[in-house]
């Protein structure tokens, strides 16, 4: 952990009345990995979105790999689109329901984003995209469409389409919720190596086993705040809040 | 028992060909046109911008809720005293026809377009695109797709709507016919072939209509 990669401070974001953030600052050092965890509409999957700016934040500073935008409340000093889709570019997104673009083959799917944003050559593109490919094990299904796929296949392909961009985080949005449970294992899988390579990764879960074996920090949230953050072993083993115990105990018999 | 004749049109071959010829000349001239027209109004309608989308919205109202009759006579008799600018026949007709054939069309493609998936738009944002690559490289080859067969249908009705050109004295199919009849005193058999003619160049658009329906349907989701 060399500095922090994703700096967040002071972070609120409304939808109408409903005040979804409140006041959330959070530091990611440089290659952790960070479990968001929590019951829906935690405010969890809003967090994710505001680190890329999907979702626009009402007030507050964003700061990803020393690029940082900040957020003072008042309309007309919204940036520009141009600088949203730039910053956007320097983080990777994992949808929960994959999102690949279904008139694409797998290749360019993967390829999109370096063509048309990064303006790499096809031809340069097309390589990093296979060998992209095959690192989630799906070198063979280059030519195939989204809609032939698994859902587990799916997922590795929308990885791999992030990771083209070569991005300084990755986000992952409930990646395996959708997935049959059979199909979990090989998304986990990538996410692991991922891990294991120091990529600096946020993860929106419901796997807390999984958290707990890849994370090193779990962060609980509930209600737009920060209940609780820690390293695995205390949040996830030894919660010191109530809130937080209680969400997991309803983990404990399903097994994660 | 009435006697059919349809001998005495052979000799007026040349005047329904050059009727043919105009009738889909300007067809392909106001369907192109009104698709233009259409995909702008349609993506300018899209914006949340008020001022953007609400002249459009202001066109798109105008031209669907009144006849397309009284749009084509009134910028053929109406348009030249407010403005002073005089318009041929075919002039008052492309301009009144795209803009009525371009107000429906925007409507399909603002529909096809408002039927993509919001989960595309974040995918390609998320990978740093523009709202222009978004829509150029993600949401419109995925909603011409889904646009394809209803755009079909409103360019047949686009032909069928040329006929009005003959009140202007536009030389399109039926007014050829409308010519040959009152020459030959066969109106029963010109406007019979005149109705067939119409029937086989449309009967095969439809077929294709029908058949891009099918394709569409069952067209592969991510």
Redesign the interface.
Known sequence: MDGAMISISNLKKCFGDNIVLKDISLQVGKGSVVAMIGPSGSGKSTLLRCI?L?TVPDSGVVDVGGQSIVFDGKKTALPK??DL?????????V?Q???????MTVQQNVM??MV??LKIPKQEARAAADALLQRVGLGDRADA????LSGGQ?QRV?IA??LA?KPDVMLFDEATSALDPELVGEVLNVIRSLAADGMTMILVTHEIAFAKEVADQVIFMRDGVVVESGPPAVVIDNPAQEATRSFLSRFKNSGG | MYQWDFHTLWQYRNIIFIGFGYTLGYTVIVVVLGLLVGLIAGLCRLSPKAWISGPFRAYVELFRCTPVLVQLIWFYYALPILTGIELTPGMAAVLSLTLYGGAFYSEIIRGGVISIDAGQSEAGMALGMTQFQLMRRVVLPQAFKRMTPPLVSQSIMQLKNTSLLSVLAVPDLLYQGQIIAHDTYRPLEIYSLIAVLYFIILLPATILAKRLEVKMSDGREA
Request: glycine fraction near 8%; hydrophobic fraction near 40%; charged fraction near 20%.
């Open positions: 890329n999907l689109a141009r889709a730039k910053f956007r570019s320097k983080t990777g997104m949808f329901h994959f999102n690949l673009f279904p008139h999109e984003g048309t944003v469409y989204p809609g032939m799916k929308a389409r992030a961009m």
